[in-house]
């Protein structure tokens, strides 16, 4: 990010935890744009993700991740919502760290398989052990690379509280 460019709001955590739906209110609380990885994928590809892992594997997709990120990251001053694999990489991580205040969704994987719909999520279709595996495979890399962990929170708008409250007096 440039020299004065104001920071990014940046969201992670697993898929299906809120980050986009949390990014949509504090969108409009905070008066930012809200840019969500996997959408500005979908734009950008003309293809839904389940189309480009079925045609281009897991590793196309990534590399999309990275470029769309780097992308994203040169500019300031919005909410990005990643994809929940998105982290997993180190240069992403180094993006995330250099453009912005990173926020960690850390909803219970157990709840999220049950109560959010991942029929379009092509890593989430194993089966709900298998989706808690990788929840906790992933649990250090997002505590490592976040500087707030939101969990705990009743509702979408008790997360985006919570995060606009930081926001607004980091």
């Known amino acids: 990010m440039m020299e004065g460019q104001s920071k990014n709001l940046i969201l992670i955590g697993m898929m299906g935890c809120g980050k986009t739906t949390t990014g949509r209110r504090l969108s409009r609380m905070l008066g930012m744009p809200l840019v969500d990885t996997d959408q500005e994928i979908v734009r950008r590809e003309g293809r839904s993700i389940n189309d480009i892992f079925a045609q281009r594997g897991e590793a196309y997709f990534r590399t999309l991740e990275t470029e769309t990120l780097r992308d994203l990251c040169a500019r300031g001053g919005q909410i990005i919502a990643t994809g929940g ?3 997993l990489r180190e240069e992403n991580r180094a993006l995330l760290r250099e453009s912005g205040l990173i926020f960690f969704l850390n909803r219970s994987p157990e709840e999220t398989f049950d109560d959010t719909d991942l029929a379009d999520r ?3 279709q194993q089966g709900r052990e298998d989706f808690i595996r990788r ?3 992933r649990l250090p890399v997002y505590r490592g690379v976040a500087h707030y962990e939101i969990a705990g929170c009743s509702s979408p708008a008790a997360v985006a509280h919570r995060i606009a409250v930081i926001w607004k007096n980091r």
């Open 122 to 124: 092509p890593l989430a």
């Open 135 to 137: 929840y906790q495979q």
């Open 85 to 87: 694999g998105l982290p």
